[in-house]
């Protein structure tokens, strides 16, 4: 009896927006409790999601990104109605008062669920977040090559 | 004679940007022309496309998304030269110079079509835009495991 | 003996954003370079990585979208940090301190791997950007079902 082939969800996540990580770990989330195969390519913004909370930079410009888009997951802002921290506020609470779990708790969730997470290495040389101020779970730092083989053998791919 | 099977696109609507909302509403209207099935999923920002003209919001963080974010598709903004209203107003003016259908009207010729409108289940109650704000021709709310079963049968996926 | 069949990638390049159009362009050649067959469709903002150093706009309002995002692929600013020119300026030079390619070079990569570039002729319609303005390598202005075409027979398909 020959075993069913598991379908296969890839992803590249660019954006660093509370709101689209949101979408990005409920898909993903999602599709691995159905029985998909998941691997989230996390790139620029999106390695934010990756992040530890750890004071990154090491160059001028390194140190400045690292100031003005610090922090970890939980720093994440929505792409819209942001003021100046506000609006991260305001969705935390909202989603709160639904029973909606929070950024991190849905990455614990993937993670659980055998979700691969992948961090870009160029954007990662680039922002100079170096793999130790990454959290564990992270499965391994690959180049754009990992993801096109990946991506040609998924039934689905997104970019978030 | 087996019939040839339809091909079949599904899209995750997650912007609310006008020029993102026409491109999404261009790609699934000239699926559905081409006879491929087409569904689009509503999520988050997407969700004012299927908006009638109605102030929402029960809390007072719902309120205030209702207030700051209102409106129905008329009220997209495009991602970029927004200038408080005036980005919206030329591009309708450019648009409607080269006989370019507006949002309204692109989004009654998918629904013509044939094209099936989600709205998402969790970020409606996130959001405090319940079903009866929308307009009728939204076929079902659902929840991310419905995108996940028709993504999966799907030729081609965006998230947009 | 049957030659294996090339894989295909489409993608639609809605954003002009520099840290955007850097993760279309990397992906594309390194679909290409693996030997996939890549075809990328560019419009709406994504106009302008095809774009000539050329003012363009013909009414008011299309001069006006000229002046305020005129330019060409190296007039491109990142969506986040942007601070009027500087975070272009920044990421250029971080960019460059770890010999990553700039977006020029990039998109050069890209066609000599022979990856065929498409400008949608609605928006270059609306924005009034005309072919003329344009990089000579753009291999066709086309309406969206071309790209619905491609689509269907692609392998893997993106928003961008």
Redesign the interface.
């Known amino acids: 009896m020959k075993e069913e082939k598991k ?1 296969k ?1 890839s992803m ?1 996540v ?1 954006s ?1 927006d509370m ?2 990580l949101f ?1 990005a770990f ?2 993903a ?3 691995a ?2 029985n ?1 195969d998941v691997t989230m390519f996390f ?3 999106g390695l934010r999601a990756l992040k530890k909370k750890a004071r990154t930079g090491k ?1 001028f ?2 140190r ?2 690292g100031l ?2 610090g922090g970890d997951i939980n720093r994440a802002s929505p ?3 942001s003021f100046g921290g506000i609006g991260r506020w ?2 935390k ?3 709160k ?2 029973n ?1 779990p929070s950024l991190a708790e849905l990455r614990k969730m993937a993670i659980d669920l055998g979700v691969k997470l992948y961090g870009c290495q ?1 954007s990662m ?4 977040i170096p793999k130790e101020t990454m959290i564990d779970e992270v499965a391994q730092c690959v ?3 990992t ?3 990946q ?2 053998q ?7």
Chains 1, 2, 3 share one sequence.
């Open positions: 379908k969800l590249i660019f660093g709101d689209k979408a409920a898909v989330t999602g599709a409790a159905s998909m790139t620029f913004w160059s410009f390194g400045l990104l003005f888009y792409s819209k109605m305001m969705f609470k909202m989603m008062a639904k909606v160029m040389a680039v922002m100079e180049g754009v090559a993801f096109i083989e991506a040609q998924s039934d689905v791919t997104l970019f978030i």
